[in-house]
C-alpha cells in the first residue's frame, strides 16, 4: 500500500496546521475535522485538501466511520485529551498514531510520577501536608490548563489567605523552583531506535513574566501576586553544554517508559515541561506525550532540526515522514493504535 492511499486527520487546533502542512510536505492527503466557526480560517491555508465538519469536537465519534472508510491516520495534539477526553481517545476506533496505554501513565499524576522517578528525573519536592512544607511553593488546581488557577505562596501566612480563595478542592502543593522554564521538544523514533531534540521553547506568562518591567519598589503596596497563565510561546536555544543532559533525560524517559508499560512504551513527539535553576539543575513539572503548541514556533524548523535534517523539519512533518517510512518498511502496526 502507498502513502498517498492514507490520509492524515486530526481536530482544527492546537497545532493542526503544523502537522498537515507537514503532512502535505510529505506527500500524504490531508483532512481537517473542523467546527462551523473555524471553517473559513482553515480554508485559506492550501494543504488541507478535504474538510470535514462537526458542531463541536465532542461530536468527533458520530464521523469515526467514515473516517475508516477514507483510511484516515489520525494525529492527536493537545486538544484532543481536552476535548475528548482520555476515555474517548482510549476507545477511538480509527488508525491513531501513538500507544493508548502511555494515556494511563499521563493523566494520572501519581502514575506519572512514578514514571519520571522511574527515569531518574529529578521533579520539584512534593507536599502532603501543609505542616511539611518548604516555601515558597506553588499550589496547583487539578485539570488547570495553561497554568490558570494556580497560585504562589512564601510562606505559610501566605499559603492560608490564598487557599481559602481557591475554588478547586483538589490541588498539589509543590516546591516553587526558582529558574527559566524551558520546554524541551523530543522525538523519538521505534523505527530507527534514535532520539532527537527537535526544538525548545519558553513560555510567556502573564503576570509572572511581566513583574521584572515594574522595580521592586514600584510594586510595594500594589498587594500583585504572580499568575501563571500562558500567552505565547517563544524560541531558545540551550547552552550547548546543558544540552546532553536534556537528551539523555529524554532517553531515560523513553527506555523507563519501554520497562513499566507495554515493551512499546512511549515514541513519536513527546515534551518534558522543566524549570531551569540557578545550579543549572532541570526539574521536570510535567510530561507531554505528543506534540506540543510550542513548536508551533518551528514550522520552518528549528536550530536543532535544521543540524539532524538539512531541510525545513517541524515536529509536525516528522511525524508524517515517520508514518512515510512505517508505510514504506511495512511497519505500520508498530507506530499505529
Ligand atoms: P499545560 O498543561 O498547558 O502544560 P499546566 O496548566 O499543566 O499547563 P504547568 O505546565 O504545570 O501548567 O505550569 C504552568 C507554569 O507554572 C509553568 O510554565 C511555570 O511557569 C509555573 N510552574 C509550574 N510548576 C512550577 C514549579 N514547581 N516551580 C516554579 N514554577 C512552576
Same mark, same amino acid.
Given at each position: ?135 515558597? @511553593? !506553588?499550589?496547583? =488546581?487539578?485539570?488547570?490548563?495553561? #497554568?490558570? $488557577?494556580? &497560585?504562589? *505562596? ?98 531515560? @524517559? !523513553?527506555?523507563? =517508559?519501554?520497562?513499566?508499560?507495554? #515493551?512499546? $512504551?512511549? &515514541?513519536? *513527539? ?68
Amino acid at each position: 500500500m502507498k502513502k498517498t492511499q492514507y490520509t492524515i486527520a486530526t481536530l482544527s487546533s492546537h497545532s493542526a496546521l503544523q502537522i498537515l502542512k507537514g503532512a502535505k510536505d510529505e506527500g500524504f492527503n490531508t483532512l481537517l475535522i473542523v467546527t462551523p466557526e473555524r471553517e473559513a480560517f482553515y480554508r485559506t491555508f492550501p494543504f488541507i485538501d478535504e474538510f470535514m465538519t462537526v458542531s463541536k469536537f465532542s461530536d468527533f465519534p458520530s464521523i469515526e466511520k467514515q473516517l475508516i472508510e477514507k483510511n484516515v491516520i489520525l494525529i492527536p495534539h493537545g486538544s484532543f485529551v481536552a476535548y475528548l477526553g482520555t476515555q474517548k481517545n482510549k476507545t477511538m476506533k480509527v488508525s491513531y498514531y501513538g500507544n493508548k496505554k502511555v494515556l494511563d501513565w499521563e493523566e494520572d499524576r501519581l502514575k506519572q510520577r512514578e514514571w519520571l522517578e522511574h527515569a531518574n528525573i529529578l521533579m520539584p519536592q512534593q507536599f502532603k501536608d501543609v505542616d511539611s512544607i518548604n516555601y515558597p @511553593v !506553588i499550589v496547583k =488546581s487539578y485539570g488547570a490548563a495553561g #497554568g490558570s $488557577g494556580y &497560585f504562589y *505562596a512564601k510562606n505559610k501566612r501566605d499559603y492560608n489567605s490564598k487557599i481559602s480563595q481557591m475554588g478547586s478542592k483538589q490541588f498539589v502543593i509543590q516546591e516553587y523552583v526558582i529558574g527559566v522554564p524551558l520546554y524541551i521538544h523530543y522525538f523519538y523514533s521505534p523505527l530507527t531506535k534514535k532520539l532527537e531534540i527537535m526544538s525548545i521553547d519558553r513560555r510567556y506568562e502573564t503576570n509572572v513574566d511581566s513583574l521584572g518591567r515594574i522595580p521592586l519598589a514600584g510594586q510595594e503596596g500594589l498587594e500583585i501576586n504572580p499568575s501563571y497563565v500562558v500567552v505565547g510561546n517563544s524560541p531558545l536555544v540551550l547552552r550547548e553544554a546543558m544540552l546532553v543532559e536534556a537528551y539523555n533525560m529524554g532517553l531515560r @524517559v !523513553i527506555e523507563s =517508559s519501554q520497562k513499566l508499560m507495554d #515493551g512499546r $512504551g512511549l &515514541f513519536g *513527539a513527546f515534551c518534558l515541561e522543566t524549570v531551569i535553576s540557578e545550579k543549572q539543575k532541570f526539574y521536570t513539572i510535567e510530561i507531554s506525550c505528543r506534540i506540543v503548541a510550542g513548536t508551533n514556533l518551528f514550522t520552518h524548523g528549528s536550530a536543532y532540526s535544521w543540524l539532524y535534517y538539512n531541510e525545513p523539519m517541524s515536529t509536525g512533518r516528522r511525524i508524517a515522514r515517520e508514518i512515510k517510512h512505517a508505510v514504506e518498511q511495512k511497519k505500520l502496526k508498530m507506530i499505529l493504535d
